[in-house]
Structure formats: C-alpha cells, structure tokens
C-alpha cells in the first residue's frame, strides 16, 4: 500500500485516495474540431510509460485536494511535485 | 524412522507433560514441544500422505519449510491446513492427518501410487476435456479428492484484532544477525522492533550448538535478549511472522503470542522507515530415488529436533550431502547418542580436513558417492550407495536418512519488496541483489552462513538502518565466533534415477523430476509455466524446499546454467494467514458499516422489511401487514401511489450544493441537458453523460437562486457524481469561480406521492400556494410542512402528483411522523424501495445499473430530446458526433407486454428476433426491468432490443427460462405518456 504525501495533510495511505490518472493530458479546448481518430485517441489512448508518471491523485476520504504527484511505475517510489 | 526422546537436552520443561491425540490416539509430550517433535519423540514416522499418490509420508523439516506434515487440528483449535511444525504442542491438542483414510498407516488412496504411469504432469489439463458436458460429473471427484483438510464449521471461540504500528527499524529474524542489527539500532535510540516467528530468540543457534565469546552461544542470545528488552525504544515480537512486504515499507506481521487469552492472532501492518531483512536459510534436499520414504529429513532439521527438543529422529543415520556442513552435523549427532553410520559425499575431492574429521569419528565416509535408492516403504530401512552418475550399489542399513544439499537464502521478503535477485555461481542459490525500497538483507538471507560473518554482517545492516533513518550510531562490535570450514559446495542435487521410482522435488504437490523434464518435452519452458503445469512450488510450503531443486532440473534438461531459467515470482505471504487476521474486528455486523435514514426508527417499528438497496443505505423494501408476502405487500403500496396516496422515505439520494459566479457555466458543461437558462425556483431533469458519451447518471437540477444550485444524483452513484464533479473542476476548469458541497446526509426527504397528495400537504403545509398553477411541476418552493422549515420541490419518479419535501436531517423522522398522522383517514401507505421500482417500471423511467448499463447513450434510452445539441460544448458532446456511433443498429429501450399476463420475466432473459431470415436462436437484446403493473393490472418489462423502436407493434421470442413466449414490443411508458397525472 502506498504511502502517499498529501500536500495538506501529509502522509497518508493510499485508501484514503484516488488515482486520476496521466496530469498533463487534458480534455482538448475544442473537442468539436477534432476528427474522429484524433478525438477516439484523446479518450482511449495511454502512454502507460515504465518509469516516472505525472499523475493526478485525490484526497477523497481525506482534504478532498486534487494534486500532481510524480510516481515512478517501476519502483512505486514517489515524488511531490510543487 | 524409529525416533525416541533422549534422556537428556533440549529446551523443553520435563516437569510438566502435556496428553494429545494424534489420529485419535492418546500420546503424551512436554511444555515446549511442537505436534511435529512430540510425534518423533513419540516413534511416529508415518505423520500423513502425499496429496497425489497418497504414498505415506514422514517429517522432513523442523521449521516453516515442512511439506508432510499437514494436519487439521480439532475442537477449539478448528483449522485445517495446519503444519505439525509450527503446531505448539497444549493440553488436549487434536491433530489427525490429511489426505488419507481411514489413516496414514492404512489408505485407500495410495492405489493412486501404482496407477502413477496414468496420472503424469497436467494430468487433470489431459484427461478431462471431454466429453462435453462430462464436467460437473469430473468436478465432483476431483473435489472429494482434492482439499487438504476441512473448512471449520463454527466461529473461532478466540477473536483476533489488527491495528497500525509504526517504527524507524524493523528488523525481521532474532537469529544472530538480527540480534546483533536491533542490538546496533537500539543503541543509536531509534525506535526498533524485532520481529521472529519462533518463540524463541536464537535462530540457528536454537538448532545447532555453536560458541560466541568462547561461550555456549544461546548464553550471548540471553545476554543480547536482556539487553534489548530493557531498552525503552526496542520492542520484541516473539512467535509473529512478517509474512508480507508491500509498497512504502508496510510489512505484515501475525502475532500468535498476543498476550491475551481470548485473542488468538493480531494483525499488524507496520510502517518502517528502514528494514533490516535477516530471515535466515532454509536447507535444501536432494533429489534421488524414494527420497520422500519416511526417515529421509533435512540434516539440520535432525539437529535442531536433537538440540531443541531433545528428541532423536532415528537411531542409526546416513547423511548425504554436496558440502562440507555434514561433518559438523555428523560430530554433534555423535556426541548426542545418534549413531551416523555413514556420510555418502556427491564431492570428488572433499577437503582433507572435514574426511580426516570424520575419520577421527570413525564415521566412514563414501567420496564421489550418491543414493542410488531406498528400502522401507512406511519407514527407510536401508539406503543403497551409489557412485555419483550411476545406479547400483552397496546397502546400508539404517532408519535414518539425512539430506544436506546446501542452503537456500530466506529472500521471500526481500523479492516481494521488489528488489531484484542475483545467482550465487559458488552457492547454487539466489541472493538478493538490487534493493527497491528502504530495506537490506544480513546474514543467512543474503548467502553469509558463517557464524562471525552473520554477526558482522548483522551489526553493519542494523547500524545502516539507524542511520538511514537519522539516528547518530555509536560503534557496535559484534562478538567474537568462527566461521566454522567453508561450505565448498558441489553443484549436484539430482542423482541418477531408478527404474519405476519417484524421486521427488515437490514432496507436498507430489512433483517429481520426470514430471519436470515431462512438461519440458511437451513444450513449457519458461519457469512459470513449467511450475503451474506441473504445480511444483504451488502447495502451502510455496516450494520453500522444493523451487530451487525444479530450476536445477529445468536447467540440465535445457543444458543451462541455473541462472539462464530465472525464479519463480515470490509472493506474499510467505507463510499461511489465518482469514480471521486478516478480517479481525471488521467481521459480523461491523463487516459493511450500513447507513439509515432518519426515519429509520419509524421503518422499524411499522414491521418494515429492510435490506441494502444502494451505496451501503439499508432501506424499507416493503412494509408487509401479517398475511402479506412481499409480492402482495408491493402491490398493495404501488396501488395505493396510483390510486391514493403513499409516502416514500428518498433519503438516500444523492444531493449536493454548487455554488458560485460559475455555478451555472459549470453544470452547463457537466449536464448534456442546458442549464444556464434554468429560472429561479425551478428544476430540470438532467442527465451526466461521461465524455464517451454514455449516460453515466441522472437526476435533477434546481436553481435557488442566480449563483445557487441544489443537485440531486442517483442513491448508488452518488459518491462517484461527487468525485466526478470536483475533479471536473479542479483538475480541468480551476479558473470556474464555484464550490461543491455533498450534502446527501445534510437533507432528509419524504415524498408524499398519489392522486391524494395534494389535500394531503394543503393539511400541513404552511406560506405555499399548492394549486397547480401556483406551484406547477419541476419548480420548488420554499415554506413549513408541519411546523418545519422545508423545500418542497415538484418532481416525480413514480409518474403520479408529488411533492418532495426536503427538511434538515434533523428533522426528518419529525416529518414523517406528522405527515403519517395527517393522513391516517386517508389511508397514507409507506412505500418501500419494492413499490418504487413498481412504479418506475409502469411509467418508463430509466433507472441507472439497469437500462443506462454504461453502454447506453441518452438517446439509446429514448432521453435525445434532453440532449442540447447546440450548446457550443458539454461533457460527452463530441462522442454523439463519432460516425460510428450511428453506423450500426442500437440498443434501444423499449416496453414488452408477455402473453402470460400474470408471471413476471426473468430480468436479464435474453430476447430473440422472430423476423424471417433472422437467427431466431440469436439474441437481439435482453430484459432489464420486471414489474406487475399497478395500474395496468398485469405483468410488463423493459428491454434494450437492437433498433428496438423500429420493432413497436411487433413481437419477439423469449427464451425457454421466461417461458418460451412471445411478447409485444410496445413505447416503454406503460401509463399515461402525456404525464397529466404528474402535472395535475
């Protein structure tokens, strides 16, 4: 189980969260011009890299923050991002 | 195997004897013994049955590693799966063997051992694949056959608990190493806890007599013990395992010494800044003919059951063995009265020093020899010495067999915690090489066995930790001992088979080498695939004896090195948990922490039926009067909605408040359906689709006030709408000016629903106007129903005049009460969540789980008209336009009227096209909502049906579960389409 740093309320266990998944992707500013595949790849398509991730994470039993944190997929070791 | 008690040694209280039954036979042992050692010391060789040949089977180990010995144990002890070895042996102990009947001595099984040509690798993968349908008949055997013991049948009389802890240095293992690192981090003040899963601190001390300081070392294990335990930073955990390393140093630790009476295990998970791993080695066998026959043991498990219980395995031994740790072991089993008749060495040249040792001892010892086989099928009598790579050879007679193959490190934890493993080329083992996490081996665990190098090792990685953990450490030396002669291990562990005997790598799962090299042939060759097609390593042991000798025996037959075929994957946990641990106090009523109404009390006591209908909320399904059953109780409270007046406890719904200059650009986007132009004091039906499109909730949406709205979400998704919602805005429009409140358990609602709802509220409602024109339906008003300042809000899931009145939850059972007695004359029914399902069905309304399943788009569900197509943007916009969306029929929501009026469809049932040139046996859709109509008086459905709209006034087949009828499809609002009953 992770031990995760909440920036509010510091470290926590990963139950008291969420994962939001990849932080920098975000819903296109006009979805309507997009073509279909552009648009299909937007919702369905991950990078899944091995590695460090960006990544969105919720204090949803906790603070109730949304916050970035950096994970890396191998190791589980973690970093906050300011 | 012919073991007795020796009259003198072991760590066991003489003065004090304990009865048990073994097999239902009356035996006596002491304080201090284990099932296993009070069963030698008992002369029992025979202590169960291998689980597929059922061939008898007798101790082989004295630890955690033991594969034989399994045993359910009784009465208040009630467990099945139990190792003899870590059985401590109490007062009135009920033990019998598993896998066999009538007993270990004499079973029926064991047939299974001559027809073993027939039940070869993947034996069960070959033979029952046919003939179709044969299955369940198969099943049947195969599960009286398989199981190794018995689920028990009550509640464990003892309780258990599970609690958080935390520390800067765990170190797991008290044995040399372990000691010297909690002696080296307790010094430096950090908090320390020392965690060993034997009862007693010592490790291979305990099992082996070696000096430290010039003294018995079990005298340094009791100085060392005093030490820590008087340190005010260093807890000591006796008898508690860390059987599991997850993520962020949280390590699982079961505590059997609880310190309590009526608490049989406590669960720990426990946070470590830093972890010291010294789990110790576990001896590995060897591989030869008959090498399971009862007698045939590990050599250091011979030597702890003669060091630590004081209790001989046998009478006359051979050890055989590919280092140089057999002579020690030869001398010290000499000077304890074991006779060793022989040492069968697999080493060509064996060091000067150990053979002139041994013949000082005048123990003969047979160089470049192996087994060639074994006598004794219930217990070994003879042990045939063969020249390595050869069969036949030389018998001597002995009852004891003793296997010293080298050591196999404890990296279970380590491997779990992710670090990555190396080969030892010189010790034919892994090691742990690579750390992940904030941890490090010592000692045995990383390939250290020497006594002064595991102190050493010990002390560097218990300093190391404190360090790493910020503490300052002081200089710790670790006391003087030998290293004892190198190993100097040969790398054989197989010798040359014998016809038509096993010799065995898995002794628990009844593995063999031929299975191994079997499932090679027929094409496994990746580890993990020859270990599941085989089972090798997959029984309660994990292969803690078995895995390394089934890699060996892969690589010869791949004719690589060892280290070319990898390992197996650990994991936790590394030995068996009880499920009771792991459930502790969330167990009984406490397992799911149910919600309730405010008007619970009221339910209760009105004989409501009352069971979880969402989100953890337990709720009336029905209030049954004393000759109802609930299909007449349903009825009669949806008749009474259609017909009169009923009232329904909507608690649960999910609400939530949105706030804010933004407020409405926001639900503009969330909602497919417009927002921005919702007047003052009005509610719209509004539905959530997820960005691909698809409904993913419904409910309504009011506005109180220009930057104010009130929004309710289905009872089951309402944790998820709130998620959803606060991740919308944070992650994605920060910049909207806008907060988001849940208040589901804030407001209480009551409905008061029926032709009657009216004359009803204008009893007890005070300032609002009721009249339709005044309050039409979707608009809220503001107001006291009796005496209680409420919102009353004009919505309906029941197709019939409602008012919902919300009231702070405070007040809520208040309300009801009132509303109940008000209308007591005009016979206001309770409605349970039964009846609302009822009424929902008749009118067509959607119910998200059911006709919205996640694929649904909201015009699949006959909604397109909420859909604001042109508004510039909103969740899920863009995936309507996807070209496929459109290019294929959809599944569409339709009514089905059955021909049987009277018997309701299976939800589910699938429903088949009865148009010529269709697969009449091919389903086209499925029903999703059942119901006896109230108002209708007779059984109707919902159904999603490809293109089912274009199917109206048709019919279509159901299957032979709802009766092999057909059905009409109809509009899936049964009742009153215009909605003048709800607008009225």
């Given at each position: 189980?992770?031990?995760?740093?909440?920036?509010?309320?510091?470290?926590?266990?990963?139950?008291?969260?969420?994962?939001?998944?990849?932080?920098?992707?975000?819903?296109?500013?006009?979805?309507?011009?997009?073509?279909?595949?552009?648009?299909?790849?937007?919702?369905?398509?991950?990078?899944?890299?091995?590695?460090?991730?960006?990544?969105?994470?919720?204090?949803?039993?906790?603070?109730?923050?949304?916050?970035?944190?950096?994970?890396?997929?191998?190791?589980?070791?973690?970093?906050?991002?300011? | 195997?012919?073991?007795?008690?020796?009259?003198?040694?072991?760590?066991?209280?003489?003065?004090?004897?304990?009865?048990?039954?073994?097999?239902?036979?009356?035996?006596?042992?002491?304080?201090?013994?284990?099932?296993?050692?009070?069963?030698?010391?008992?002369?029992?060789?025979?202590?169960?049955?291998?689980?597929?040949?059922?061939?008898?089977?007798?101790?082989?180990?004295?630890?955690?590693?033991?594969?034989?010995?399994?045993?359910?144990?009784?009465?208040?002890?009630?467990?099945?799966?139990?190792?003899?070895?870590?059985?401590?042996?109490?007062?009135?102990?009920?033990?019998?063997?598993?896998?066999?009947?009538?007993?270990?001595?004499?079973?029926?099984?064991?047939?299974?051992?001559?027809?073993?040509?027939?039940?070869?690798?993947?034996?069960?993968?070959?033979?029952?694949?046919?003939?179709?349908?044969?299955?369940?008949?198969?099943?049947?055997?195969?599960?009286?056959?398989?199981?190794?013991?018995?689920?028990?049948?009550?509640?464990?009389?003892?309780?258990?608990?599970?609690?958080?802890?935390?520390?800067?240095?765990?170190?797991?293992?008290?044995?040399?190493?372990?000691?010297?690192?909690?002696?080296?981090?307790?010094?430096?003040?950090?908090?320390?806890?020392?965690?060993?899963?034997?009862?007693?601190?010592?490790?291979?001390?305990?099992?082996?007599?070696?000096?430290?300081?010039?003294?018995?070392?079990?005298?340094?294990?009791?100085?060392?013990?005093?030490?820590?335990?008087?340190?005010?930073?260093?807890?000591?955990?006796?008898?508690?395992?860390?059987?599991?390393?997850?993520?962020?140093?949280?390590?699982?630790?079961?505590?059997?010494?609880?310190?309590?009476?009526?608490?049989?295990?406590?669960?720990?998970?426990?946070?470590?800044?830093?972890?010291?791993?010294?789990?110790?080695?576990?001896?590995?066998?060897?591989?030869?003919?008959?090498?399971?026959?009862?007698?045939?043991?590990?050599?250091?498990?011979?030597?702890?059951?003669?060091?630590?219980?004081?209790?001989?395995?046998?009478?006359?031994?051979?050890?055989?063995?590919?280092?140089?740790?057999?002579?020690?072991?030869?001398?010290?089993?000499?000077?304890?009265?074991?006779?060793?008749?022989?040492?069968?060495?697999?080493?060509?040249?064996?060091?000067?020093?150990?053979?002139?040792?041994?013949?000082?001892?005048?123990?003969?010892?047979?160089?470049?020899?192996?087994?060639?086989?074994?006598?004794?099928?219930?217990?070994?009598?003879?042990?045939?010495?063969?020249?390595?790579?050869?069969?036949?050879?030389?018998?001597?007679?002995?009852?004891?067999?003793?296997?010293?193959?080298?050591?196999?490190?404890?990296?279970?934890?380590?491997?779990?915690?992710?670090?990555?493993?190396?080969?030892?080329?010189?010790?034919?083992?892994?090691?742990?090489?690579?750390?992940?996490?904030?941890?490090?081996?010592?000692?045995?665990?990383?390939?250290?066995?020497?006594?002064?190098?595991?102190?050493?090792?010990?002390?560097?990685?218990?300093?190391?930790?404190?360090?790493?953990?910020?503490?300052?450490?002081?200089?710790?030396?670790?006391?003087?001992?030998?290293?004892?002669?190198?190993?100097?291990?040969?790398?054989?562990?197989?010798?040359?088979?014998?016809?038509?005997?096993?010799?065995?790598?898995?002794?628990?799962?009844?593995?063999?080498?031929?299975?191994?090299?079997?499932?090679?042939?027929?094409?496994?060759?990746?580890?993990?695939?020859?270990?599941?097609?085989?089972?090798?390593?997959?029984?309660?042991?994990?292969?803690?004896?078995?895995?390394?000798?089934?890699?060996?025996?892969?690589?010869?037959?791949?004719?690589?090195?060892?280290?070319?075929?990898?390992?197996?994957?650990?994991?936790?946990?590394?030995?068996?948990?009880?499920?009771?641990?792991?459930?502790?106090?969330?167990?009984?009523?406490?397992?799911?922490?149910?919600?309730?109404?405010?008007?619970?009390?009221?339910?209760?006591?009105?004989?409501?039926?009352?069971?979880?209908?969402?989100?953890?909320?337990?709720?009336?399904?029905?209030?049954?009067?004393?000759?109802?059953?609930?299909?007449?109780?349903?009825?009669?409270?949806?008749?009474?909605?259609?017909?009169?007046?009923?009232?329904?406890?909507?608690?649960?719904?999910?609400?939530?408040?949105?706030?804010?200059?933004?407020?409405?650009?926001?639900?503009?986007?969330?909602?497919?359906?417009?927002?921005?132009?919702?007047?003052?004091?009005?509610?719209?039906?509004?539905?959530?689709?997820?960005?691909?499109?698809?409904?993913?909730?419904?409910?309504?949406?009011?506005?109180?006030?220009?930057?104010?709205?009130?929004?309710?979400?289905?009872?089951?998704?309402?944790?998820?709408?709130?998620?959803?919602?606060?991740?919308?805005?944070?992650?994605?429009?920060?910049?909207?000016?806008?907060?988001?409140?849940?208040?589901?358990?804030?407001w209480a609602n009551a409905?008061v629903?029926?032709?009657?709802?009216r004359?009803l509220m204008a009893r007890v409602t005070e300032g609002v106007d009721l009249?339709?024109?005044a309050f039409?339906?979707?608009?809220v008003r503001e107001g006291k129903v009796a005496g209680l300042p409420a919102r009353v809000m004009?919505?309906?899931?029941?197709?019939?005049?409602?008012f919902e009145i919300n009231v702070p939850?405070r007040h809520a059972?208040a309300l009801w009460e009132a509303l109940?007695d008000a209308?007591?004359?005009?016979?206001?029914?309770?409605?349970?969540?039964?009846?609302?399902?009822?009424?929902?069905?008749?009118?067509?309304?959607?119910?998200?789980?059911?006709?919205?399943?996640?694929?649904?788009?909201?015009?699949?569900?006959?909604?397109?008209?909420?859909?604001?197509?042109?508004?510039?943007?909103?969740?899920?916009?863009?995936?309507?336009?996807?070209?496929?969306?459109?290019?294929?029929?959809?599944?569409?929501?339709?009514?089905?009227?059955?021909?049987?009026?009277?018997?309701?469809?299976?939800?589910?049932?699938?429903?088949?096209?009865?148009?010529?040139?269709?697969?009449?046996?091919?389903?086209?859709?499925?029903?999703?909502?059942?119901?006896?109509?109230?108002?209708?008086?007779?059984?109707?459905?919902?159904?999603?049906?490809?293109?089912?709209?274009?199917?109206?006034?048709?019919?279509?087949?159901?299957?032979?579960?709802?009766?092999?009828?057909?059905?009409?499809?109809?509009?899936?609002?049964?009742?009153?389409?215009?909605?003048?009953?709800?607008?009225?």
């Amino acid at each position: 189980m992770l031990l995760i740093p909440c920036p509010f309320c510091g470290l926590r266990n990963e139950e008291e969260f969420t994962s939001g998944s990849e932080a920098d992707r975000h819903r296109p500013a006009d979805p309507i011009a997009l073509d279909d595949q552009a648009w299909v790849a937007h919702l369905f398509e991950r990078a899944n890299p091995k590695g460090a991730v960006r990544e969105w994470w919720w204090h949803g039993r906790g603070c109730r923050l949304w916050f970035v944190l950096e994970r890396d997929t191998v190791t589980n070791a973690i970093k906050v991002v300011p | 195997m012919t073991g007795y008690r020796l009259d003198r040694g072991g760590r066991i209280d003489r003065t004090r004897p304990i009865e048990f039954r073994f097999n239902g036979c009356a035996l006596q042992g002491f304080a201090g013994d284990t099932l296993a050692s009070a069963l030698l010391a008992n002369g029992i060789g025979v202590v169960g049955r291998s689980f597929k040949y059922h061939r008898p089977r007798g101790l082989i180990a004295a630890g955690v590693e033991e594969c034989n010995a399994i045993v359910q144990l009784g009465g208040d002890d009630d467990a099945p799966n139990m190792v003899a070895t870590r059985v401590a042996l109490t007062e009135g102990l009920d033990a019998r063997s598993v896998n066999c009947w009538p007993g270990p001595n004499f079973d029926f099984g064991a047939i299974n051992d001559r027809l073993g040509r027939l039940l070869p690798a993947g034996f069960y993968y070959k033979t029952f694949m046919g003939p179709r349908g044969f299955w369940p008949l198969y099943e049947w055997f195969i599960r009286r056959a398989a199981g190794l013991g018995r689920v028990p049948e009550r509640r464990d009389p003892l309780g258990y608990e599970k609690r958080y802890d935390h520390c800067d240095v765990l170190v797991v293992g008290a044995g040399p190493a372990g000691l010297m690192a909690a002696v080296a981090a307790g010094r430096s003040g950090a908090r320390v806890m020392l965690v060993d899963e034997r009862p007693e601190p010592g490790g291979m001390l305990l099992d082996a007599p070696d000096d430290i300081d010039g003294h018995p070392a079990l005298d340094w294990v009791a100085a060392v013990t005093a030490e820590l335990d008087v340190m005010a930073n260093v807890r000591r955990l006796a008898d508690a395992t860390a059987f599991a390393y997850y993520d962020h140093n949280l390590i699982g630790v079961i505590e059997r010494n609880t310190g309590r009476a009526n608490l049989r295990e406590r669960l720990r998970k426990v946070r470590a800044r830093q972890v010291v791993l010294a789990a110790g080695a576990i001896e590995r066998p060897l591989v030869f003919p008959d090498n399971d026959r009862p007698g045939v043991m590990l050599a250091s498990a011979a030597l702890a059951y003669v060091e630590r219980w004081g209790v001989a395995p046998g009478r006359r031994a051979v050890i055989v063995t590919n280092n140089s740790s057999a002579y020690d072991t030869a001398r010290h089993l000499k000077a304890r009265g074991v006779e060793v008749a022989a040492i069968v060495d697999l080493r060509a040249t064996p060091p000067a020093t150990a053979l002139a040792e041994a013949a000082g001892a005048g123990i003969s010892v047979h160089v470049g020899h192996g087994v060639g086989g074994i006598r004794g099928r219930m217990g070994v009598t003879a042990l045939q010495v063969a020249p390595v790579g050869e069969v036949g050879g030389d018998w001597i007679d002995c009852d004891l067999v003793l296997m010293a193959g080298g050591w196999t490190p404890g990296v279970h934890l380590f491997s779990q915690s992710g670090g990555k493993l190396r080969w030892e080329p010189d010790l034919g083992c892994v090691v742990p090489d690579r750390c992940v996490q904030a941890e490090r081996s010592a000692g045995a665990c990383r390939g250290r066995f020497g006594l002064a190098s595991v102190l050493a090792d010990g002390t560097r990685a218990g300093a190391e930790a404190a360090r790493a953990a910020g503490f300052a450490v002081r200089d710790v030396t670790p006391p003087v001992a030998s290293n004892g002669p190198a190993l100097e291990l040969a790398l054989i562990w197989e010798m040359a088979g014998a016809r038509g005997r096993r010799a065995f790598v898995d002794f628990q799962n009844d593995v063999t080498a031929a299975d191994i090299r079997l499932a090679r042939r027929e094409g496994y060759r990746s580890i993990e695939h020859v270990k599941r097609y085989t089972t090798g390593g997959m029984a309660i042991d994990q292969g803690k004896t078995g895995n390394l000798n089934l890699i060996d025996v892969l690589a010869r037959a791949e004719d690589v090195a060892a280290s070319a075929i990898g390992t197996t994957t650990y994991r936790p946990p590394y030995t068996p948990v009880n499920f009771g641990a792991l459930a502790a106090q969330d167990a009984g009523p406490t397992i799911v922490p149910w919600r309730e109404t405010p008007m619970t009390p009221w339910h209760a006591s009105a004989g409501a039926v009352m069971y979880e209908a969402g989100a953890t909320w337990r709720r009336p399904g029905y209030y049954p009067r004393p000759d109802e059953d609930m299909e007449a109780a349903t009825l009669r409270e949806a008749r009474a909605v259609r017909f009169g007046v009923g009232i329904y406890d909507s608690s649960p719904l999910g609400k939530f408040e949105v706030r804010g200059p933004d407020a409405a650009a926001f639900l503009d986007r969330i909602y497919c359906t417009r927002i921005l132009d919702l007047p003052h004091h009005r509610i719209r039906y509004g539905l959530m689709l997820r960005e691909d499109g698809r409904l993913f909730d419904d409910g309504t949406v009011m506005r109180l006030g220009p930057d104010h709205f009130f929004l309710t979400s289905t009872t089951g998704n309402a944790d998820a709408v709130y998620a959803w919602l606060e991740r919308w805005h944070k992650c994605e429009w920060p910049a909207l000016k806008l907060w988001i409140t849940p208040v589901t358990t804030v407001w209480a609602n009551a409905v008061v629903c029926g032709p009657h709802a009216r004359d009803l509220m204008a009893r007890v409602t005070e300032g609002v106007d009721l009249a339709s024109k005044a309050f039409p339906f979707m608009a809220v008003r503001e107001g006291k129903v009796a005496g209680l300042p409420a919102r009353v809000m004009r919505v309906s899931f029941t197709g019939e005049l409602s008012f919902e009145i919300n009231v702070p939850a405070r007040h809520a059972l208040a309300l009801w009460e009132a509303l109940i007695d008000a209308g007591r004359d005009m016979d206001i029914t309770p409605v349970g969540s039964e009846a609302s399902h009822v009424l929902r069905v008749e009118k067509g309304y959607i119910s998200v789980g059911h006709e919205a399943d996640g694929m649904a788009g909201p015009d699949d569900l006959g909604l397109g008209r909420l859909v604001a197509r042109d508004k510039p943007d909103f969740i899920g916009k863009r995936s309507l336009a996807i070209a496929a969306w459109n290019a294929g029929p959809r599944r569409q929501m339709v009514g089905l009227l059955p021909e049987n009026g009277a018997a309701l469809l299976p939800e589910g049932a699938p429903v088949m096209s009865v148009e010529a040139g269709r697969d009449p046996s091919a389903p086209i859709g499925f029903v999703t909502a059942s119901a006896m109509g109230p108002a209708l008086g007779r059984s109707l459905s919902i159904a999603m049906i490809d293109d089912g709209r274009a199917l109206i006034g048709r019919t279509v087949q159901l299957s032979a579960r709802a009766g092999s009828q057909r059905a009409l499809v109809v509009d899936p609002v049964f009742l009153d389409p215009q909605g003048a009953r709800l607008r009225s």
